[in-house]
């Protein structure tokens, strides 16, 4: 089975600090994301990843970066945390679509989430 | 990526079918539509896609009208377990040269009553 795992189920960080979120999968994925989620607001993509040390912005990047540095692992890195970063934040990868023959991209698989509170 | 548009919230009734409609008005001809579903405190998961014709597995079935402006997700016999939010997505297909980024909707809340 297909396994997206995300370093920690809760999390309580103070406002300033540095977070790392870590996401780690088993299936040889190219495509790695990170979403936040939020009541009423759905699933907000923050940054994704195509390759090692590829990266591109989502719709929500401000104030998060994020690393790529082994194919199996990518980091979400709150540079100093707020308050408004509250938040689940979801892992997801999935296979890259460019130079594989023509078809669907295949499906992404999501780790559990991790709740992260900023107080 | 084209946006999709979805109803907000639905109920439906144990054991009856439950349709999920979406509307994605400005597909393109190589988008594919895929749905995903999430399960209370749970990561989102894949349920179905397709490109123009209708496709079925075991977990539902998913209608695509012919000009593929809008589609709908029938889980033929809802359960109390598919109590969701479900995620319509359309997405380019391999071979573009995209990316392959994911992009999510604000999903349609299933509520299925006994």
């Known amino acids: 089975d297909v396994k997206v795992t995300q370093s920690s189920r809760y999390l309580v960080k103070r406002t300033g600090e540095k977070v790392f979120l870590e996401c780690v999968q088993d299936?040889?994925?190219?495509?790695m994301f990170w979403y936040r989620q939020d009541p009423g607001l759905g699933l907000r993509l923050i940054y994704f990843s195509y390759d090692v040390k590829m990266k591109e912005k989502g719709d929500i990047p401000e104030g998060y970066s994020v690393s790529r540095e082994k194919k199996e692992r990518f980091s979400l890195i709150l540079e100093s945390a707020s308050t408004n970063q509250t938040s689940m934040y979801l892992c997801a990868s999935s296979f890259y679509a460019k130079g594989r023959a023509r078809g669907p991209n295949t499906e992404a698989f999501f780790g559990q989430g991790t709740r992260l509170t900023v107080v | 990526d084209a946006k999709t548009t979805q109803p907000p919230s639905m109920d439906c009734a144990e054991g009856r079918a439950a349709n999920l409609p979406c509307n994605h008005s400005t597909i393109s001809g190589n988008e594919y539509v895929y749905w995903y579903r999430q399960i209370h405190s749970q990561g989102p998961q894949y349920i179905i896609h397709g490109l123009k014709n209708n496709e079925t597995n075991e977990m539902a079935s998913l209608i695509i009208t012919e000009d593929r402006k809008s589609s709908t997700l029938i889980l033929p016999h809802a359960t109390l377990r598919d109590t969701a939010v479900y995620y319509c997505?359309?997405?380019?297909?391999?071979?573009?040269?995209?990316?392959?980024?994911?992009?999510f909707g604000q999903g349609t809340t299933l509520q299925v009553k006994p």
């Open positions: 299936m040889d994925h190219e495509n």
């Open positions: 997505i359309v997405r380019v297909g391999r071979g573009s040269g995209n990316t392959g980024k994911l992009i």
